[in-house]
């Protein structure tokens, strides 16, 4: 209660010392339970991209992981300057909405997750933002749909807009993720194994988010100015993947941690910013985990919160700084990268193999 008294009169200080005169739309996209490993775009064998493997403008890093596997730790820590090492600061101070909204931008908030019904902790987040909108448990699509229709209403007066888009993605039910017409691998073939379908459900999710994030780069892509979008997964997902036959996230392994973040612009923001380009390609290939996203959303839009960590932990900014992986651990963090988790899962073998019927999966995984 006193970190939430705190975080109300938090104030950033946020200042930009070049505001660009044409209008400018910024996107960050929460993913939920996306893992890298089923994206075409991180060397899947399967086309779940084909979209985005098409689109011009647009940076996959490489080697990416989240602090924690599990939704209610880990959103917040991407929106925040909260890490797994210092959870309370995501409590005591506000997010990145309110660093936007600082700096003059109009604010959005369009979900199609649950609003938190456990604890609460990304409720807060929402309030920051000017307008919201909840649209829960229905198809990732509609938020395009909203989107576009925000940006229609507010065509006119609105010269600087950030949005956060809070998807359901991956999420279990898989199946229940996409519409009909996007059940590319078959998930409903009774001849093949249940394990079979399970992959097949999640790879078309992963193909629907594909052309989500495809469509609202389109919608992007069709406004005047400066845009550009930062998708991120907030964990990845166990799918009976090897003999320990593990199901869903909070494992905090190879499977829920590594998750793609994906980073498009706009021929008007790369002209406008050169060198945030540059940067974000070279550091394309280093390794990051969530602690990124804060700092780089600021500083892709030129934002100075007057943070000497921005240049550390930002990835347009040519000094990113070599990241310590922590990563939420019993009874407390470890370093990811000190560990003995099998790094970068093989794409395994079993996505084509038949392993009969699914194993150790009673539970329904955690949100
Ligand atoms: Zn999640």
Redesign the pocket.
Known sequence: MKDARQAQGFVFGATRSDTPPEPELYVLVIG??SRSMNWRLYGYDRNTNPQLSDSRNLIVFRDVITQAA??RI?VPLILTRGTIEDEQRAARERSIVSVFHEAGFHTYWVSTQQRDPFTGAINRYPREADVTRFYERRHDGLLVDTVKEMLAQNAAKEGKMFFVVHSMGS?FNQISRYPRVFNLFPDDDSTLSAQQRLINAYDNTIAYTDHVLSDLIDVLRQRPGIKALLYVS??GENLNDDERGLFG?YQNNEYDLPIPLLFWYSEEYAGHFPDKVAAARNNALRPLNTRVVFHSLADMAGINIHDADTTRLSVFSPELANIRRMVLGEPKPFDFDRSNLERGPKVHAQVHAERGSMTGNAAQPL?
């Open positions: 939920e339970s599990v939704t880990s999420h907030d964990h996230h949100p």
